[in-house]
């Protein structure tokens, strides 16, 4: 997991970042007056877009390995399994931001400055989806939330929309950050942004052969952590993708999980969604 290049100064912007808490989590093995149980290990989850096969398998990985789970939202869109996807984040997040596709797919956005693919997956979502489900992703946070010392937000932490894609645009995005560890997703790209003593370097996603990496968290730096993407990977890799952020041990392990593309990509095509949805499953673009 290889840092690329520095690109960005950090102090050109003038920036401070205010909260060390990524450093200092709760400690204590017991919560107040003994009986809250302290949670030290996070499954964080993006972009899961309807897809019940990667989800399922994410599922069944990390089942046993986190005490919470957090999903930096786009639950729905694109995938032909709506339904049983919010279904389980309903049940098993106990955090969750909102994702342009939340917001498409329940008509809470027009759909102009969605492509026509996308605009196919949601109109057919919107009809899907159970008017309950519905509720519940219209209820979805804004992000970002800032939570147990850390930051959840789907895009950016100033602009819910925005891509982080490069390490230019990752170092106007710490100077909006209020502590120095920050979970995001929107590209579906998994590694992410350090901020390292002014500079700004890129966090690749685990390599092909292998199925996890894990980072050390530095206190000295700042992280911007993408999981990567459950349901449609982009980043050259079609495994699932997820994180385990331990607060305790001070790290963060990236995952790749294999699971059964050929029944997701059936599904999608029996619903009459655009092929290409199905298509782009099997290559991770
Ligand atoms: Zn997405």
Redesign the pocket.
Known sequence: MGASDARENYADHGCELVCSAASAPARSPLGKKGITPVVVRYLILS?L?ANWEALDAVARESSGKYDKAVCCG?LI?YAADPNPVVQWVRDHCATVVR?N?DRACTGLDDLEWFNPVARAAALWTQKALTPELIDYTLGLAKGPLVLDGFEVAHGSPFDEDEYVLAATEAGHAFEYLECRLAFF??T?VQGGFIWNQGRVETIGRVPAKRASETLEIDPECAYMINPG?VG?PRDGDPRAAWVLYDSDAHSVAYHRTPYDIESAQRKIRDAGLPAILADRLAVGR
């Open positions: 972009d877009h786009d869109g994702g596709h997703g929107h579906h993407s449609q």
